[in-house]
């Protein structure tokens, strides 16, 4: 029997590139975000190109109401999740706190911290259920480190840390495996959205570098949910080679 992965933001970038690994792995998928439209057009491909059977949940995670009842409208069998893959998240803005649109600011808590929460808070009491499943929350360099001008997305990211060794240790006696991972700068569309649309400022991010790809971190999560039953890598930090921290990086002229 496949197991089933759920992946929230798979729309893009790395939750996108997680989907194509995990359906060429043999995986059913429960696919979520909010553009309905890239959704069905995953899906199209994965069914054709690896007869991937998906399941699809257009919703936004910063709305409680709507991630319970979408999650809770799927059958049992969809409700058997092996893994959880809790990848929708974004950075807005770039500002100090005394400058920083408050806007941004609650876009940021609500998706990474409150929508990570939402959805775990329905999908776990399934897991503890069935006494299996495995939690992945992307969390980021950002989770690690501070930055200026980054502090709401790196206070953010902490939370998701903490979050993360709090769910673990939760979760000890229903043998269900949780952890992060980290990436540095990987090149999605995270910077168009950090730069509202500012295409050109985004690109600058990865001038000179070759950044990670969302293939990359796919890979690593592949690695992490196919291990042992006895092994849970709990955390990983994964950077471009140029990449030192968040703010060195090494770039060609
Ligand atoms: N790229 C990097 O350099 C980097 C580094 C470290 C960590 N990360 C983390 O990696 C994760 C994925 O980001 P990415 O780089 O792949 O960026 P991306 O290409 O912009 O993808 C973000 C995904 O999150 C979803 N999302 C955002 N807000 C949402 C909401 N309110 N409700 C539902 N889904 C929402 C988006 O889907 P819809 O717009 O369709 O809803 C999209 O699928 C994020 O948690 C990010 O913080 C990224």
Redesign the pocket.
């Known amino acids: 029997m496949s197991k089933i992965a759920l992946i ?9 590139a997680t989907a194509h690994l995990l359906a060429a792995n043999g995986f059913d998928l429960i696919l ?4 309905n439209k ?1 959704l069905v057009e995953l899906e199209n491909v994965l069914s054709s190109k690896y007869k991937a059977k998906c399941l699809l949940l257009c ?4 709305k409680a109401e709507q991630v319970q009842s979408s999650l809770h409208s799927l059958t049992a069998n969809w409700k058997a999740v092996d893994v959880l893959i809790n ?5 807005v803005g770039l500002e100090s706190v005394d400058s920083g649109e408050i806007e941004d600011w609650e876009r940021m808590i ?3 911290i409150k ?1 990570l929460l939402y959805v775990s808070r329905s999908v776990v009491p399934w897991m503890k259920e069935r006494k299996t499943g495995h939690i992945i929350n ?5 989770g690690k480190e501070s930055y200026p001008m980054g502090g709401v997305y790196c206070g953010t ?1 902490h939370a998701v840390e903490a979050i993360t060794q709090a769910m673990r240790i939760e979760l000890l006696p229903y043998g269900i495996k949780v952890g992060t991972i ?12 950090r730069f509202k649309g500012d295409n050109e400022r985004a690109k600058n991010v990865y001038k000179g570098v070759t ?2 790809s ?1 293939a990359d971190i796919a890979e690593t999560i592949l690695f992490v949910i196919t291990r042992p039953a006895h092994v849970n890598i709990g955390d990983m930090l994964i950077l471009a080679t140029a990449q030192g921290s968040a703010r060195d990086v090494f770039r060609n002229p």
């Not at 979520?32 to 553009?35: A, D």
């Not at 919703?59 to 910063?62: L, P, Y």
């Not at 990848?87 to 950075?91: E, F, Q, R, T």
């Not at 980290?182 to 959205?193: L, Q, R």
Request: glycine share 14%; no cysteine.
């Open positions: 929230t933001g798979a729309t893009s970038g790395i939750g996108a979520t975000g909010r553009r890239r919703f936004d995670v910063t990848n929708a998240g974004l950075a609500d998706t990474n929508g992307i969390s980021s360099l950002a990211k980290a990436p540095g700068m990987v090149d999605t569309e995270f910077s168009n959205v950044p990670l969302p």
